[in-house]
């Protein structure tokens, strides 16, 4: 069973619009939460992060949403530029292990002229 | 660089054959983790070193599987017998230190992988 959920496989957004990428989880002991950026033939490249005991942490352009509750997380990227196309992968990790990362299957953003 | 390195990018071995993947974490950096990322997938935890100690292995998909980090410092994931089901991308990524109960996460940096393809 996936414990992290992406289930858009892709999303295609204007520049200058805002992104939302989307991202369940289903395990409870998860603490920790991560947006990592891929390029092809390139690995993940960390972006973002959010620890449970908040529910917005914002970086510039990018904003990680957490609710709790709803196991559920949210990338706000805007405005959105064609450089932010990508694939997007969501990870978590649980506080007790090794920081082991647990991905999605990722979301790959198109963002246009 | 001052990056995770991999090598080789590209690897394509014939069924049977054993292959070596090498990783070179950042200089300094404690923990070391192998992921493996198959088409279409996100990438998933195969083993865990901390310095040399090899402390989880859960992912491991077989016993062809072996990892290595016997000064601490570059990992070597080796893989015997390689079937078609291998063929992925093997990504190495490297953190100051690990997590644990009451620390702070520490950001894993990801190497750009080996794609492996056995025919």
């Known amino acids: 069973d996936q414990q992290v959920k992406q289930n858009s496989p892709s999303l295609s957004v204007q520049e200058g619009r805002i992104s939302i990428l989307n991202c369940d989880y289903t395990n409870s002991m998860f603490d920790y939460f991560l947006w990592y950026k891929k390029y092809p033939a390139e690995g993940p490249t960390f972006l973002i992060s959010i620890s449970s005991i908040k529910d917005k942490n914002e970086d510039g352009r990018f904003t990680v949403f957490l609710n709790k509750s709803a196991k559920h997380l949210s990338l706000h990227i805007v405005p959105s530029q064609p450089g932010d196309s990508a694939v997007y992968f969501c990870a978590a990790s649980e506080r007790s292990g090794y920081s082991t990362l647990t991905f999605g299957k990722g979301t790959m953003l198109l963002v246009s002229p | 660089g001052a990056g995770v390195s991999q090598s080789p990018r590209y690897k394509v071995a014939k069924r049977g054959q054993d292959v070596a993947l090498r990783c070179d974490p950042i200089?300094?950096?404690?923990?070391l983790f192998w992921y493996q990322q198959a088409l279409g997938q996100g990438p998933e935890f195969l083993t865990y070193?901390?310095?040399?100690?090899?402390?989880?292995k859960s992912g491991l998909p077989s016993d062809r599987f072996f990892a290595e980090r016997p000064e601490g410092s570059v990992s070597t994931l080796k893989i015997q017998r390689t079937q078609q089901e291998d063929s992925a991308v093997y990504l190495c990524?490297?953190?100051?230190?690990?997590?644990?109960?009451?620390?702070?996460?520490?950001?894993?940096?990801f190497g750009p992988g080996t794609r492996l393809t056995v025919l």
């Open positions: 200089s300094g950096h404690v923990s």
């Open positions: 990524a490297s953190s100051f230190l690990g997590g644990g109960a009451g620390l702070s996460y520490n950001e894993q940096f």
């Open positions: 070193f901390q310095n040399e100690a090899q402390l989880d």
